[in-house]
């Protein structure tokens, strides 16, 4: 504490001891209190990258240490744990490109990144950190796994139930009264039937019913990756890695029927603190609609084409048919002429992502059957046509086409020159060529004419209902989420095969299922996943199945393992789950909108169902963390002449851009033209034109990459200004939910700032100023103002708020000389979230406290000491304000009145005259009443 100057070698020396010291007394650790009231603050945990942290990752982090000490201090027991999301594909991939084992360098990414984070004082509590590729951690994964596959969707009592309940069912009565969530396709059987089915159809036919479940889906295959892609790992046909060629096909996956809870999981919404972006994210990815399903039989064929509508009410509009070239029935319907187009025209198809499909472009594809479709009301006949803009696997995979009242349908016919039939009018519609609103009306379908759209609707509905064409159903935009993985590096699925091949899981008992080493990380050569090569890998003598879970499977439900994390015998007890309950703030990126936050949404819905949790929603609120820009810098190349030009004489010329290293460019944006030449070869000899001495660059804010040379790297900042500046100054941003731009330069603010707080308790000549004097009044309300707002504030999450107040705060102290213990301490207590190590330095050295200032009690503000003592009142008399008088705050109103009588100003108003009524408003105004004497 001797110091004179708080300098970066002050600044390491007390960082690096509160460091050891927190550990050491373990400070961050919590327990189980239930004299304490809870709150759980969680981060979106990370996945740890070989390229460790930059400026943007801890923006967050940094928010839920704040808000974590913050109500640490306002007397909450806080949960507050960090861990690893470390199975995943960067991993593998550097697995098989260089033969290290995952487990080697995701390891040594988790050291890098606890480092970084050390750095930066969370209050993490260290007996909590988790990893997802820990045995202990993924044997809990894989037994919430097998009670997926051991469940089904009870749609009566709209919960998942157990699969013996199912099984009952079926041996007493088949599945005609089972009200289940299903695949479609389950056909109607007795029990008799189902006595007859062999130990294999009967498996197969429960796998209709589970909720973990292996069928026959439609993935994007890449035979030269030998794995399934997702969509958005697909560009133009072909792998975005490598540029392999990626095909639809058909493949048994394991699948987890979330569609089931499709309901539940939009109905949850309404009760959640979220964004509302991010609320209509999973709502639109849920994409519920209402309508009908109709049957269209095929001319001279047994074969009736189900389409799924949302739009009932426009069938006289339709005319033709559309599959998708999928579609279970093309085979069957295309005419002889026709095979061969159709055929050629379905590989064509299979190349596309479904991203392509929709995308809306110019090019439209579509093929006829040859066959034709019986429209259920007029009896006309309608062409089958094959597109690809109709999805296999949305609503049925085929549509009725309706030119006049929707844009896709119109633009096929128009390129394949089919009917268009107008089917409303409606004045409202008299210029727009597809109505179908509400208001207009249905016009050339003779009885039902003069209709408007909901009555037609029902008009049209009601009679195809009656005759079993047609019934009322909701679809959904979700699907089933794919669950296999053809890669090493991921949670075993915890199923082996008999003999017959009927999947079983593995018993409670012999879980985990760990994965086994094997000597290459690639799929086989016959294209098999890479768990193949390990061949004695089996369960008694039965082969494991050898896909891995995908990424989500462990972030789906790690919140729940923090809560207990070495529980061996259950993912998490009855005790600390009932204790902690769901996370009351959760921050992290929008990005997860629709995977992460729905995936585990859904498995705590499904955890609830079982009886292992109270709780069905797991993160109360949400806050997404905005994302941090960096600031590149364009120089300029003539193209013409290979010179480069300052920024300023582009204009004329045609020019390169080209991004060069923001740190060799003052906040002039001159550019270190020696810095440049030492950067990189092809500048070293290069002609630079300058400008009035300078050489000038552009900057543009945009998101930090590597190959923009704008990334800054958090510990070169700590290493300089050190952890509590850092920290401020990613704060001070602006609002922690929108977008900011990373600027170096003024991280200078928040480090001055903390230099004035220093100063406060030790003078520049290193000798401690704090008095033990009664503060003033003027003092007071310095601090308590501050109180008032910071807390405020900070509760709010606005932090860039509260630090500006407490600059303000520290500022006000200064010009008043103030260095009064009892002022500094609430000064130190409200500064502490935002900067633990300087604040922790000062309470325990200047201030002499035994115990960490973490465990100090939240200030509050006294309300009577954010105003000054006294105040200027001002007075209207007959309704003018006639003059100000200074009064003391709390006074009775006799002696106010007294007092505003005697002042001068009043008496020359009031003279002659006869007061009527004197009205005091306390702390706001005064006015007088008063008539003229006129006797
Ligand atoms: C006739 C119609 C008339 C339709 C109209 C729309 C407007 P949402 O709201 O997204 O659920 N459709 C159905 N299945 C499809 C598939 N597999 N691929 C592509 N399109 C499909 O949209 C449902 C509507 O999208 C359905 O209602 C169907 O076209 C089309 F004025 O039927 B509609």
């Not at 040859?370 to 109709?390: K, Q």
């Not at 179908?436 to 016009?443: F, N, Y």
């Amino acid at each position: 504490m001797q110091e004179l100057l708080m300098n970066t070698d002050t600044i390491k020396k007390i960082e690096r001891k509160w460091l050891a010291r927190w550990e050491n007394e373990r400070l961050y650790s919590v327990k189980l209190d239930t004299s304490l009231p809870k709150y759980y603050c969680l981060d979106m945990f990370p996945y740890p990258s070989g390229a460790g942290l930059h400026v943007g990752h801890p923006r967050g982090y940094i928010a839920t240490d704040v808000y974590s000490r913050f109500k640490r201090m306002a007397g909450f027991n806080v949960l507050h744990p960090m861990g690893f999301d470390s199975f995943g594909l960067p991993a593998e991939q550097y697995a098989i490109e260089t033969g290290q084992h995952p487990r080697v360098t995701t390891d040594k990414n988790i050291a890098t990144f606890k480092s970084q984070l050390r750095k930066l004082g969370f209050c993490y509590d260290p007996d909590r950190e988790i990893k997802t590729s820990d045995a202990q951690y993924y044997h809990w994964t894989q037994w919430i796994f097998t009670q997926l596959f051991d469940s089904w969707y009870c749609l009566d009592t709209r919960q998942a139930m157990p699969i013996d309940a199912l099984i009952q069912h079926l041996e007493r009565s088949g599945n005609a009264e089972v009200n289940a969530w299903s695949d479609s396709r389950t056909s109607i059987i007795s029990a008799q039937q189902w006595a007859k089915f062999s130990p294999l159809q009967q498996s197969e036919f429960l796998m209709n019913y589970r909720l973990a479940y292996r069928a026959d889906s439609y993935v994007n295959w890449c035979p030269a990756l030998g794995t399934v892609l997702a969509n958005d790992e697909i560009k133009d046909g072909f792998s975005e890695r490598g540029g392999h060629p990626v095909q639809k096909k058909m493949m048994k996956q394991w699948m987890l029927r979330i569609s089931a809870y499709a309901d539940r999981l939009l109905e949850g919404l309404d009760s959640l603190d979220w964004p509302e972006a991010l609320k209509d994210m999973q709502r639109n990815w849920i994409g519920k609609s209402q309508g009908a399903e109709i049957d269209f039989q095929v001319r001279d064929s047994q074969i009736a084409i189900n389409v799924f509508t949302t739009c009932p009410d426009t069938l006289y509009g339709a005319t033709f048919l559309v599959l998708a070239p999928e579609h279970d029935a093309v085979e069957e319907i295309t005419s002889p002429t026709f095979k061969a187009a159709v055929a050629s025209y379905r590989e064509e198809v299979a190349l596309r992502s479904e991203r392509e499909r929709v995308a809306k472009t110019d090019r439209i594809t579509g093929q006829f059957t040859g066959a034709y479709a019986v429209h259920p009301l007029t009896g006309e006949n309608l062409p089958i046509w094959i597109a690809d803009y109709v999805l296999a696997d949305y609503g049925t995979g085929a549509i009725m086409a309706v030119p006049s009242a929707d844009q896709r349908d119109f633009n096929f016919a128009q390129a394949f020159d089919l009917p268009v039939l107008q089917i409303y009018e409606g004045a409202e519609q008299a210029n727009k060529p597809f109505p179908g609103k509400e208001g207009s009306r249905l016009i050339n379908s003779g009885e039902a004419s003069g209709m408007l759209r909901a009555e037609a609707t029902d008009w049209i509905l009601e009679r195809l209902v009656a005759t079993g064409a047609a019934k009322r159903t909701f679809n959904y935009r979700i699907r089933d989420a794919i669950f296999g993985r053809q890669r090493y590096w991921g949670e075993p699925i915890p199923v082996y095969y008999d003999e017959q091949g009927i999947a079983h899981v593995v018993p409670e008992q012999d879980l985990p299922v760990t994965l086994p080493d094997v000597e290459a990380f690639l799929p086989t050569s016959e294209g098999e996943p890479p768990l193949e090569r390990a061949r004695s890998w089996r369960y008694g003598g039965y082969k494991y199945e050898t896909t891995t879970m995908p990424g989500w499977a462990g972030s789906s439900w790690y919140f729940l393992r923090y809560m207990d994390p070495t529980n061996s015998s259950a993912p998490v007890s009855r005790e600390a789950m009932a204790y902690w309950q769901t996370v009351d703030l959760y921050v992290g990126g929008s990005e997860h909108a629709t995977g992460h936050l729905l995936y585990a949404r859904f498995w705590t819905h499904f955890l609830k169902d079982r009886g292992l949790l109270s709780f069905s929603e797991p993160f109360k609120r949400v806050l997404c963390q905005g994302m941090i820009l960096g600031v590149s810098a364009i120089i300029y190349r003539d193209k013409a002449t290979h010179e480069y030009v300052s920024a300023d004489l582009k204009e004329g010329r045609d020019v390169q851009p080209l991004y060069v290293d923001i740190s060799m460019v003052n906040d002039k944006n001159q550019v270190d033209i020696d810095a440049l030449r030492a950067w990189r070869q092809t500048y070293s000899n290069g002609v630079f034109i300058y400008s009035n001495g300078v050489f000038l660059c552009d900057r543009l804010s945009e998101k930090m990459s590597k190959s923009k040379y704008n990334v800054v790297n958090p510990d070169d900042l700590i290493d300089i200004y050190g952890a509590d500046t850092f920290r401020l100054h990613e704060m001070f941003l602006g609002p922690i939910d929108q977008t900011a731009t990373w600027s170096t330069q003024s991280i200078d603010g928040p480090h001055k700032f903390l230099q004035k707080v220093w100063r406060l308790f030790l003078s520049e000549q290193g000798e401690m100023v704090v008095e033990n004097l009664e503060p003033t009044a003027e003092e007071l309300k310095v601090v308590h103002t501050a109180i008032a707002k910071v807390a405020r504030a900070t509760e709010d999450m606005s932090y860039n708020t509260a630090i500006a107040a407490l600059m303000i705060c520290v500022n006000q102290l200064g010009v008043l000389h103030c260095h009064k213990r009892s002022v500094l301490e609430l000064l130190l207590k409200l500064l502490h979230p935002y900067a633990p190590f300087i604040t922790e330095e000062l309470w325990s050295e200047a201030l002499g406290h035994s115990h960490s200032i973490l465990d100090s009690e939240y200030p509050v503000a006294d309300e009577r000491l954010l105003y000054e003592a006294q105040f200027e009142c001002p007075v209207s008399i007959n309704g003018k304000l006639r003059t100000r008088i200074m009064l003391q705050r709390g006074m009775t109103e006799e002696a106010v009145k007294a007092q505003v009588l005697k002042d001068s100003t009043v008496q020359r108003w009031l003279s002659g005259g006869r007061l009527l009524k004197f009205i005091f408003v306390p702390d706001r105004i005064i006015n007088i009443v008063y008539a003229l004497n006129t006797d």
